[in-house]
């Protein structure tokens, strides 16, 4: 039910609540796909470790790190990876798509 004391019309409410659900959809998209890269680059390194007495193992490792590297950086659009959690972060470091999904005005960057 529409608070009484909003002036926004039902439109105006389903308008937002369909913003907010769609924000929301991304937020979870953007986290599933972070956590995809992870255990992607988790598993490559246990490629590589199980590989080190193979003849090709400096092949694999070299190969394993150059995807590493990409998908570090693919990691690096989606979150700000040099979050640390203390008060300073959002004035060191800029907001990548997940923080900027919870902050819709910093969208606009």
Sequence with gaps: MKDPHSESSEKD???QNKMVMNIQSNINETASL???IEMIRSQLYDIRTMTKDHEVAEEISTAVESLDKKLISVEGELY???LTG???DGIRWPAKLAGKL???SDLDD
Excluded: D, F, L, V
Aim: charged share 20%; glycine share 14%.
């Design 34 to 36: 972070i956590n995809r």
């Design 102 to 104: 919870g902050y819709p």
């Design 13 to 15: 409410i389903a308008e």
């Design 80 to 82: 700000q990876m040099k």
């Design 86 to 88: 203390t008060g300073q």
